[in-house]
């Protein structure tokens, strides 16, 4: 069964970048039926979906929030990468990873990052 | 931006009623609507993909039907395990959108 972890400082400074790293274990990244989704959930809110990577690069992101934020992916560490630049405490969520084929049908834990100084 | 929005935002209900959790689409989004399962302090669970197809595991007491722009998921025989917040979400345009959510409450 496919798992995926989230990891990453839980604590970042007002107008730094916000770097987290999703491990995927139990499959392969590089497989190609699926797209690799991240997802933020401000404490006690609804969930935002912020944009997701193919296996091959190709990236789609929230137009909210598409120029401050890079996805990337390291097939040969089944590994994908969220960097939020320019965070402001508005920022502060739980950040998810997931594993996509339009449904998300597997989640990480979760990662809370707080945006303070 | 496909906008979600569902209904009820809280129910409290009893164990064994039958529950039904509503989600209205901004625009048609044919079958491409799927539901969550949030418990306190853990990440969502799918539970039913493409507004009626049940994601593996997924206790049958929980069912979706709809298409276009009205779905609704239905929880038979409610159980105190239940207790969560459920959220739909589309993925048949981007930005791929999700509900504002559903808090259940058992009593």
């Known amino acids: 069964q496919v798992q995926l972890q989230e990891s990453g400082p839980g604590l970042v400074k007002p107008s730094q970048t916000l770097s987290l790293t999703c491990t995927v274990s139990g499959g392969s990244i590089s497989s190609g039926d699926y797209y690799w989704s991240w997802i933020r959930q401000p404490p006690g809110k609804g969930l935002e979906w912020i944009g997701y990577i193919y296996y091959s690069g190709s990236t789609y992101y929230n137009p909210s929030l598409k120029s401050r934020v890079t996805i990337s992916v390291d097939t040969s560490k089944n590994q994908f990468s969220l960097k939020l630049s320019s965070v402001t405490a508005a920022d502060t969520a739980v950040y998810y990873c997931?594993?996509?084929?339009?449904?998300?049908?597997?989640w990480g834990q979760g990662t809370l990052v707080t945006v303070s100084s | 931006e496909i906008v979600l929005t569902q209904s009820p935002d809280f129910q409290s209900v009893t164990p064994k009623e039958k529950v039904t959790i509503t989600c209205r689409a901004s625009q048609s989004i044919g079958s491409s609507l799927h539901w969550y399962q949030q418990k306190p302090d853990q990440s969502p669970k799918l539970l039913i993909k493409?507004?009626?197809q049940s994601f593996s595991g997924v206790p049958s007491r929980f069912s979706g039907s709809g298409s276009g722009t009205d779905f609704t998921l239905t929880i038979n025989s409610l159980e105190a395990e239940d207790a969560a917040t459920y959220y739909c979400h589309q993925s048949s345009s981007l930005p791929y959108t999700f509900g504002q959510g559903t808090k259940l409450e058992i009593k």
């Open positions: 997931a594993r996509a084929r339009y449904s998300l049908s597997y």
């Open positions: 493409y507004a009626s």
